[in-house]
């Protein structure tokens, strides 16, 4: 006799739920039977929100209380990452402001180069450029005044946390337990394993300096845990990467295969994944709960900005200056060496084993300097659009291999200096 929460393999649905995803009225009833586990990534955004959104959220988790659990290594990222997460609003705001004042220069300096050419008199000039200013001023006053609403300061989130405390009451006696040590250390090898063969979930944070395994981790800890309790899986998180979930057409849909057939084998029962926002949604059509349109809203944004926030660093200057003075003295080494293995090729003309092996170092070289060239313009643009944090940048990255170097020279700048990326 199958236990609840196995899956029916002659279901047509059921073992394919990662091509399609829930009606709403599913994801009421799966709610109610399954087991809700709540990623940091939904945690943490907690502190990203302003106070209603905050409450309607919270709100919405006690409606599943009793079926919530949260994995250890969940918490522990929690815990360690909160702080970080109520300065990235805070640093939200400073981002917004100063592309805003970037853009009112941009478009001052061309209103200038129009007033030049059409020789227009300091009056008109003056006429021509107060709208705008004027315009800008207003939105950016706006931006600060709504920064006001946001009810969490560092100091706060110290020494009175509110999330902290809600979450408390939502969360006592629903956290798991860490991985005894041997399961642990074959945990982190396993992880290892699977960033290096592109196995989900945890490779597409092979480029994280801190906590690479995260992602396995506590994976393996909801497996154990499907394991002892035979119900359902139902995880709620706005990680949505390809080492989650399902992506056709930029859209997700539902758990990677291997997620799907990973949990079946451990403890045949079905798995589900839905973002946070969705949860929402769901509270709001099958709950007496209020959800407004805002906090919706706010946890869509939230959840479009998760990418967003995984390309972010947060730098020093000195930091930034150590890095360009590095990659241009590669550029200048990497010349020089170049030089001298083009002149070598030159002469080897006649040997072609020589000129084979010269051909293959020239065009080492060459992939260097453009890398190097590549890494300082957009290292150069992202501080030219980078807000201030206090004392240092906060900067977005696309390029994973230039964030991951810059984050070493930061972790090493931390532990006392670095000379070489």
């Not at 209380?65 to 939200?92: C, G, M, S, T």
């Not at 057409?249 to 589900?272: C, T, W």
């Not at 030159?346 to 065009?363: G, H, N, R």
């Not at 290292?379 to 977005?396: C, F, M, Y």
Request: aromatic fraction near 6%.
């Amino acid at each position: 006799m199958s236990h609840k929460g196995a899956i029916a393999i002659s279901s047509f649905m059921e073992p394919f739920s990662s091509h399609w995803r829930m009606a709403k009225g599913e994801l009421s009833q799966a709610l109610k039977e399954s087991l809700v586990v709540i990623d940091s990534s939904v945690l943490l955004d907690l502190y990203r929100v302003t106070p209603i959104a905050r409450k309607e959220m919270i709100e919405s988790l006690l409606t599943v209380k009793e079926n919530i659990w949260v994995p250890y290594q969940v918490a522990l990222e929690f815990h360690r990452n909160r702080v970080e997460a109520a300065r990235d609003q805070l640093a939200f705001y400073d981002e917004t402001c100063k592309s805003l004042e970037t853009a009112q220069n941009q478009a001052l300096q061309r209103l200038n180069e129009f007033a030049n050419r059409s020789a227009l008199d300091g009056n008109e000039k003056k006429r021509l450029k107060e709208p705008l200013e004027d315009a800008f001023r207003a939105a950016i006053d706006r931006v600060k005044s709504h920064q006001g609403v946001f009810d969490l300061t560092i100091s706060r989130v110290l020494n009175d946390d509110p999330v902290l405390r809600a979450l408390a009451e939502l969360l006592d006696g629903r956290v798991g337990q860490p991985l005894p040590e041997d399961d642990y250390v074959k945990a982190q090898a396993e992880a290892a394993h699977r960033r290096d063969n592109r196995i989900p979930p945890g490779y597409k944070d092979r480029a994280k300096r801190t906590n690479p395994d995260g992602d396995y981790l506590w994976w393996e800890q909801t497996l154990i845990k499907a394991a002892d309790v035979r119900k359902p899986v139902l995880i709620i998180s706005n990680d949505e990467k390809e080492d989650w979930v399902n992506k056709r057409l930029d859209f997700s849909l539902g758990p990677r295969e291997e997620l799907v057939e990973e949990i079946r084998r451990r403890a045949d029962v079905a798995l589900r994944i839905v973002n946070f926002a969705t949860f929402l949604e769901s509270v709001k059509v099958g709950t007496a709960v209020s959800v407004s349109r805002e906090t919706l809203s706010q946890a869509n944004i939230a959840r479009r900005q998760s990418e967003k926030r995984s390309r972010r660093i947060i730098v020093s200057r000195a930091v930034v200056e150590s890095f360009e003075e590095f990659a241009v003295r590669a550029l200048e080494g990497r010349g020089q060496e170049l030089s001298e293995s083009m002149a070598r090729q030159a002469k080897a003309a006649d040997d072609p084993d020589m000129k084979e092996l010269l051909d293959t170092e020239v065009a080492r070289h060459q992939d260097a300097i453009e890398m190097y060239q590549r890494w300082l313009q957009q290292l150069r643009e992202a501080v030219s659009r980078a807000s201030r944090l206090k004392d240092d940048l906060v900067i977005h990255l696309e390029d994973d291999a230039l964030r991951r170097t810059l984050l070493k020279r930061v972790y090493e700048a931390r532990e006392g200096g670095a000379d070489n990326p």
